[in-house]
């Protein structure tokens, strides 16, 4: 369990209708020597679930500096199992000791028994995993004491005993529970790409009034069995022009979002991390996304 924790000076925590970047550990100099200019850092919540240590002390320094939004992985908010009740206190802590201006969570699940996968597993959509995610979110607000964003996901297959689409599930786990969204592009492109159906079409229905937060990220190409093609949504290298393009719609039809990029392995050098953050802050500011990617 954490100790309490005295509160440095910090900015405000309201997040930013601009870009932000994930956070890593070897871009932290950088970014206190060059002062970033950035709209807030995300951070995985499970990454700082320790009580102290370097990681707490370069976190507290960015908190002095910037907003902060936690993002967890964890939970297992889809799994058929009850909610780890000490994962869920200490990200309670967490939220109280950082205070970000928001947090969200993935609609997934990870865990079985006593087995925890390290992946984000698809869950059908029915009416038994309808009440299980809006029972799991309500028992997170409460205890956390604060509204969550739940993350569309990336899917690679399709279950049968799915009785409603994506998008009805996400509204109505929205209506019940009253939860935000959190919209991630990247995912969208992947998952309608793998199933072969439209992301416009998609995104156009999308309840984007309940959206708080917009991921971007970066996807593997690959091929299926029958020569199809396949994207694995890796978070391994910068996002891809048909994800800006859908992007710079989403943001053109509804105004700006706060929007993360994610870039979470083989990450690069923090210029480059910070480019592409400053190509969706142009997006968010109006520019065209064409002529944008080679301009940064």
Not at 45 to 59: F, I, S, T, V
Not at 99 to 104: I, K, T, V, Y
Not at 220 to 232: E, F, N, Y
Not at 285 to 290: D, M
């Amino acid at each position: 369990m954490f100790a309490e924790h005295k509160r440095p000076h910090r900015i405000d925590a309201a997040i930013p209708a601009r870009a932000g970047a994930g956070l890593k550990a070897e871009h932290v100099n950088d970014i206190l020597r060059t002062e970033a200019d950035i709209g807030f850092f995300e951070v995985h919540a499970e990454n700082y679930m320790g009580a102290g240590g370097m990681p707490h002390r370069q976190l507290e320094t960015i908190r002095e500096r910037y907003p902060l939004s936690l993002h967890g992985v964890g939970l297992s908010i889809g799994g058929e199992t009850p909610l780890d009740k000490d994962h869920l206190e200490r990200l309670a802590i967490l939220n109280k000791r950082y205070e970000p201006g928001l947090f969200s969570e993935h609609l997934a699940w990870s865990t079985h028994d006593t087995t925890y996968f390290n992946d984000l597993l698809p869950v059908p959509y029915d009416q038994a995993t309808l009440d299980r995610v809006c029972d799991h979110i309500d028992e997170v607000q409460t205890v956390v004491g604060r509204k969550m964003l739940l993350e569309n996901p990336s899917t690679y297959v399709a279950f049968e005993q799915s009785t409603m689409s994506e998008l009805d599930f996400l509204k109505e786990i929205t209506r019940r529970s009253g939860c935000g969204l959190l919209l991630d592009v990247n995912n969208v492109h992947v998952s309608c790409t793998n199933h072969e159906r439209s992301a416009e079409d998609y995104l156009a229905a999308f309840p984007i009034g309940d959206v708080g937060e917009i991921h971007l990220g970066g996807h593997a190409p690959d091929t299926d069995d029958a020569g199809r093609p396949l994207l694995i949504d890796a978070h391994d290298r910068e996002v891809d022009d048909a994800v800006w393009a859908l992007y710079e719609t989403v943001i053109r039809q509804n105004g700006p979002i706060p929007t993360l990029i994610e870039w979470d392995n083989d990450v690069p050098a923090w210029e480059v991390l910070q480019a592409e953050a400053q190509a969706a802050d142009a997006i968010l500011s109006g520019a065209p996304a064409t002529a944008l990617k080679r301009a940064v």
